[in-house]
């Protein structure tokens, strides 16, 4: 039908019928509400309503002025889209045009039509699915902006990511406000302040910082726990779980693991004052000592401590071979309560019982190096990194408050960064219980040709808090304590992600309780901008952030796992092309992984 014919069905003129300028004049016939020629008039997909084709519908408008977002536009509704409430002048989809020949069409079926033996339609429940989705991919603009203002974090960005409508309903000026106040972001007043784009950037880059979107799948080793197996209570596991030694009874005992049962490789006496191999120091003959053990990733060298002293044993040696032996002039007045190999098993982890206090021993060597490495000047009587002797800057003095000092605790070196290394660790002050996790950077000076060692300057890249205000608190509510000063630290391997596993204080069963948590990093380029700021006159050049925040990384809690930790890391699991991070805790009671899956 041409334009001319379809203006005088109206019953009114249209200049741009014959092909004039004009604007098409509504009439006002048909109904009370002003209506165009068919030619140029425009149905509203979202309230039905009938324009011009070149201005935008009334309702849209109103919708604009109170909520300060307009509705989706075609390109941005669900395939299915369906109206909930079409105009009463309109024919519905799902009705014929002639419902006698529909049934008759059924009644060719029988008398039934095409339903089953209990008079209920075969596809029922396919089409009620298929209902009940459009329903809730309908729903008014309005009323869909209510609804995400009552959710929590996590289930407003699992909605966010669920269609293109749900995703443009999300970007609503009062909605993202509120569901931004509900991460922990400082200050809490800049939101208020923020253009739509600023606000969205800012929930896009916390959802990520806070793994919002993160699913965690957790699964317990079938295997017997590793105590069970051996029939022993000390024991070392090596880190790829093929080699395992236990000591009972002055006796080290070296396991094969990688067949169905542990096969004995090796036994040999401890070297104490009743063996008393080489030039010593020996350990004491003391029926209650407690002995420390670590095991090398390859399962060749086995460290022992006891009291303030180590040593060094190289398994695959005779069994009357000299182990290193060292004193640790660091641990004076203290003990040694735990050991670890780490770094190509070129540096030995010592935790002191004296406030969590740390000490490196050895010095980074590429591969794998044996018992030389530890016999020569850079090896067990050289102090890598003594965390005592470092010095972190004094907290700010508040009103009221003097300036505190600081310390760290449980301090574990990740990887070497920028002529230095990241560190992470708890950061405590001075008369204070608790504390909080950091990712901090030690810089490390040469000595003596190719011995490292650490400085003194410490900087603190990352706070990771573990307590929020009040009016968030009771969402993150499982957090880290950061009581317990020897906590278990593994970095991700592309960087990015850091698993803490932490002694749960609150415990009172035995064996103890660990609890597992993973934070999200900052990218290398922003640890740069923090380590190395630029030049103050090129700062005064650079224009300033009209609005400055700051988005506290909370840690989110993968579970727990009962038992002493042998073994914690951070590995790929998977095919290549389809590889996942994985964390791994073992202990003397089990085993249990947690996959990652990160939207």
């Known amino acids: ?86 105009p009463s002048n309109q024919r519905r989809p799902s009705q014929p045009r002639n419902r006698g020949a529909k049934r008759s069409a059924g009644s060719r079926h029988g008398r039934g039509g095409n339903k089953g033996g209990n008079g209920q339609s075969k596809d029922e429940s396919p089409r009620k699915r298929r209902r009940d989705t459009s329903m809730a991919l309908t729903l008014p603009l309005e009323l869909q902006q209510q609804i995400f203002q009552y959710l929590d974090p996590w289930s407003f960005y699992a909605s966010r990511n669920v269609c293109r409508y749900w995703k443009y309903a999300s970007r609503d000026a009062v909605t993202l406000a509120n569901q931004l106040g509900q991460l922990p972001i400082e200050p809490t007043t800049w939101a208020k302040k923020a253009d739509s784009k600023r606000r969205e950037s800012v929930y896009d880059e916390a959802a990520r910082a806070l793994m919002l979107g993160m699913r965690v799948k957790a699964s317990a080793s079938s295997e017997n726990s590793l105590s069970t197996r051996l029939d022993k209570s000390k024991l070392a596991l090596s880190k790829d779980g093929k080699r395992a030694v236990s000591l009972h009874e002055r006796t080290i005992t070296h396991y094969d693991l990688s067949t169905p049962e542990p096969t004995v490789i090796s036994t040999r006496p401890i070297n104490d ?48 071979s000299w182990p290193v032996s060292s004193y640790i002039t660091s641990a004076t007045g203290h003990y040694i309560a735990a050991l670890d190999f780490e770094h190509n098993d070129s540096l030995l982890r010592v935790q002191l019982s004296n406030k969590g206090v740390v000490v490196y021993l050895g010095s980074p060597q590429e ?10 000047k850079g090896g067990l009587k050289h102090a890598f990194l003594d965390a005592s002797k470092l010095a972190l800057p004094s907290t700010e003095a508040v009103e009221g408050a003097p300036a505190v000092s600081q310390r760290l605790a449980g301090l574990q070196l990740l990887r070497p960064f920028a002529n230095g290394w990241l560190v992470a660790a708890q950061k405590h002050a001075t008369n204070v219980p608790s504390g909080s996790y950091c990712l901090a950077y030690v810089p490390f000076s040469q000595v003596h040709g190719h011995v490292l060692t650490a400085e003194r300057a410490v900087t603190i890249l990352e706070d990771l808090p573990v307590h929020l205000s009040e009016h968030i608190q009771h969402l993150w509510h499982d957090l880290p304590s950061a009581h317990i000063n020897h906590p278990h630290f593994a970095l991700s391997p592309n960087h990015s992600l850091l698993a803490m596993s932490e002694n749960d204080s609150t415990a009172t069963t035995s064996p103890s309780s660990n609890r597992v948590f993973l934070y999200r990093l900052p990218s290398a380029q922003k640890l740069m901008e923090t380590l190395k700021p630029q030049h103050p006159l090129l700062q005064k050049l650079e224009p300033e952030e009209e609005f400055k925040y700051q988005i506290k990384r909370l840690p989110t809690s993968l579970g727990s796992i009962s038992g002493k930790v042998l073994d914690f890391t951070f590995e790929s699991v998977g095919r290549d092309t389809e590889s996942s991070p994985a964390v791994t805790a073992v202990t003397e009671t089990g085993a249990m992984t947690w996959t990652l899956l990160d939207n």
């Not at 509203?44 to 919708?63: D, M, R």
């Not at 002995?291 to 005779?318: C, V």
């Open 367 to 376: 591969g794998n190096p044996g018992l030389e490495h530890w016999q020569d």
């Open 273 to 320: 004052l009743r063996t008393a191999i080489g030039g010593g120091p020996w350990f004491k003959c003391a029926p209650t000592a407690m002995y420390e053990l670590a095991l090398s990733s390859d399962g060749r060298m086995l460290a022992i401590a006891l009291e303030r002293t180590i040593q060094i044993y190289d398994l695959s040696a005779p069994a009357d």
């Open 1 to 86: 039908m041409s334009p001319t014919a379809k203006a005088a069905n109206n019953g009114h003129h249209c200049p741009k019928a014959h092909g004039r300028e004009g604007n098409c004049r509504p009439w006002q016939g048909g109904g009370s509400k002003p209506q165009h020629c068919v030619a140029h008039q425009k149905v509203c997909p979202l309230h039905h309503e009938k324009h011009l084709q070149t201005e935008p519908c009334p309702t849209c408008e109103k919708v604009l002025k109170f909520t300060g977002s307009r509705p989706p536009p075609v390109e941005h509704q669900p395939r299915d889209y369906r109206p909930s409430n079409p």
